[in-house]
Every structure is written in C-alpha cells, then in structure tokens.
C-alpha cells in the first residue's frame, strides 16, 4: 500500500514547519508542489524553500503539478466545487501512479489541511486503496492572533470562523477567512478588527483598531500590497469593543 502524507507547512515562514512535519517529509519518496498559476509563483517557492531546508532523504523527489482553475464565478466555496474536486482527484490519481508500491508520498498543504483546505476531501474520492496520515500545521488564525499579541478567544467565550462571502451580522468574535470582497465594508463600524496580509512571511502587514477608524487604511494598504505582489492573502478578527 502506498502512503499519501497530508502535511500542513503553515502560512509563509519555513520556521512554522513542525518536527512532525519535517519528519513526515523525510519519509517522502516523491515531494508535490502545487502551481496554481500567474501571480503565485511566491507561493511554490516557498515550499521549494522549504523541501530544500528541510528534506535531506536523498530518495526524496520533487513533482510540480498544475493547479486546475475553478471557475471564475464561484472563486471560493460555493458552488462548482464538486467539479473541481473532481478535476483535481484525476490529477492525484496520475501523481500517485509515480509513488513506488510501498512507499510513501507528500502533499504540502499551506496552513493546517483541516482548515478551508480540499486535500483531504479530494483524496478521500480516491477510496481506500492508500494509507492516509495527516500532520497539523499553523492556521492563518494563529499567525494572526500571534501578530496582533492577543487571544483567538475572550474567556469562556465562542469563536465564529467564516468566510467574506458569509460574512453576516457579527455576533460572537468571528474570524474571517477567503474574503476577496472586503466583506468587513458592510461591517459594524463600532467592532475591532485585526486585520493581517502575508502573516508569517517577510511581508507581513497587520492593522488594529476601530473598524470605522481603520477600514479605509485597510482597502488602500490592501490594494497596493496587491499591485505590489500580484496576489493577496489576508485574514482578520472582528470583535465588540469590551
Ligand atoms: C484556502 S484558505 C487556506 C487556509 C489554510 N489552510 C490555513 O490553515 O490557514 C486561504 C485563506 O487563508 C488565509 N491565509 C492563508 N495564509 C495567510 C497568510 N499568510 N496571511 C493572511 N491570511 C492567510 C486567507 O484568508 C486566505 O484567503
């Protein structure tokens, strides 16, 4: 049986890879970079940075794979996703044709695999003819509270983890994730938020305060940060003022 190793890298610093993580690597007969294409070349880098810092199983190969496209009116969760995962299973299927019986492949999953992530789902569709480990990594929600120097949650109170296009009226501490939309705009303007872009990496921005004060600053750090590197990802929290 061959063994597919789901490993979270966590979100752009190398130094967020666990020992668990590094030693699942190193297991690895063949390493898999996704390449999503235009723009997100940063994003593959860092985890040939990462391989090569880390993997020192000299059996250990690299294969890039192309990412497919979803389709451009349902750019995250919604609809269309059945299709994709579809899409992407048949180009699993062929990598792991590659793995030697017995041995043992990775897929570098950015952040935690359990976290608005396919992987798992898509190699679920693969039925059970292979051993499947999954190794945690750092959430962007971690690299996020870390930035800002808080707690994910008021004490004893709930968390509400969402994405932009989900994004209603904010009741309990909610964090927001995938918003291509500038969801918060519609937002409160009495909340906090904390508000964080390429969290972990060199690039790292994070802004905090009253929405109303801040939002404006946040849509123009965000749209220059987004002219400056061709892409964008950024998360953030949206609380009542105690
Ligand atoms: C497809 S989800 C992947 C989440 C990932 N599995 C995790 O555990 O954080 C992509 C979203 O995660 C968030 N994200 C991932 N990396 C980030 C980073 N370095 N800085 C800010 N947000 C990030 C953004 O909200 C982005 O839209």
């Known amino acids: 049986m061959k063994t597919i190793l789901i490993v979270g890298i966590g979100t752009g610093n190398p130094e967020h890879l666990t020992v668990q993580a ?54 995250d969760y919604g609809a269309g996703v059945d299709d994709w995962h579809a899409a992407l299973a048949g180009r699993f299927e062929a990598l792991l044709a590659d793995v030697p019986d017995g041995g043992a492949c990775a897929f570098l999953v950015w952040g935690d695999p359990g976290l ?28 996020l509270t ?21 994004l209603g009226p904010v009741h309990d501490d909610t964090v927001v994730m995938l918003d291509g939309q500038t969801a918060f705009l519609n937002a409160d303007p009495d909340l906090d938020i904390f508000w964080g872009a390429y969290l972990g990496t060199p690039d790292q921005i994070t802004i905090a305060g009253r929405l109303g004060d801040v939002r404006d600053e946040i849509v123009a750090t965000r749209k220059a940060a987004r002219e400056r590197h061709g892409w964008i990802m950024d998360t953030y929290l949206l609380r009542k003022r105690d």
């Open 116 to 143: 608005y992530d396919s992987t798992i789902r898509i190699i679920e569709r693969l039925g059970t003819r292979f051993a499947v480990e999954i190794i945690p990594g750092i959430t962007a929600i971690q690299a």
């Open 22 to 75: 590094i030693n699942a690597l190193n297991r690895a007969d063949v390493l898999f970079i996704p390449d999503k294409g235009a723009g997100k070349g940063d994003l593959a880098e860092l985890r040939r940075e990462i391989v090569a810092r880390y993997v020192t199983n000299p059996a250990g190969r690299t294969v890039e794979y192309g990412v497919p496209k979803r389709d451009a009116a349902n750019p």
């Open 146 to 166: 870390a930035a800002h120097g808080i707690a994910l949650n008021r004490i004893g109170e709930p968390v509400h983890i969402t994405t932009g296009r989900r």
